[in-house]
């Protein structure tokens, strides 16, 4: 046989054409903030920043003590961004008293968080999110929260400032 067969025709054509994506259309398209420059401040810069509580609970997931937040008692109209970058992450309309103790909200402000399966807890899924711009730990995400989403976004006060609308 003198001719390709077209199966292997098609195979060496995939080849080639695999070839010549470049590198950037392999980096994750979902991650927007992946070039910025908040993805380049270091720990220690981190540390100098931020106060010790807010340091602990975005650079080192570290839970803040219930029923401690002033953010408990916010009910003005506003948003609530992030206490690292500033990126705001939940509008005040959103937000609920769940009795945990920490600022909850129903939903979030669309691609302002990103996400990750957490099997923290033996016996319960929960979702660890945090800020999508400088990937400082907000909290975590379960299902048991009120109407429209049914979801409850568990939120670290210290991780967040709220900016009066
Ligand atoms: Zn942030």
Redesign the pocket.
């Known amino acids: 046989m003198s001719q390709l067969d077209p199966d292997r025709r098609t195979f060496l054509m995939a080849t080639a054409c695999a070839a010549l994506l470049p590198a950037a259309a392999l980096a994750d398209p979902a991650d927007k903030y992946a070039a910025s420059p908040?993805r380049k401040v270091s720990d220690a810069e981190w540390k100098k920043k931020l106060s010790p509580e807010a340091y602990d609970v975005l650079r080192h997931e570290g839970t803040e003590r219930p029923g401690t937040s002033p953010l408990l008692n916010e009910h003005r109209k506003g948003t609530f961004a992030?206490a690292?970058?500033?990126?705001a992450l939940f509008k005040s309309d959103w937000k609920f008293d769940s009795g945990t103790g920490w600022p909850s909200f129903y939903t979030e402000i669309p691609g302002a968080l990103a996400k990750k399966s957490d099997h923290g807890l033996p016996f319960e899924e929960r979702t660890e999110y945090h800020?999508a711009?400088?990937?400082?730990h907000q909290g975590h995400v379960f299902k048991d929260g009120p109407r429209p989403t049914g979801l409850r976004y568990c939120n670290d006060g210290v991780a967040l400032k709220f900016v009066p609308a």
Do not use: D
Request: charged share 0%; hydrophobic share 25%.
């Open positions: 908040w992030c690292g970058c500033g990126l800020c711009q400088c990937l400082g």
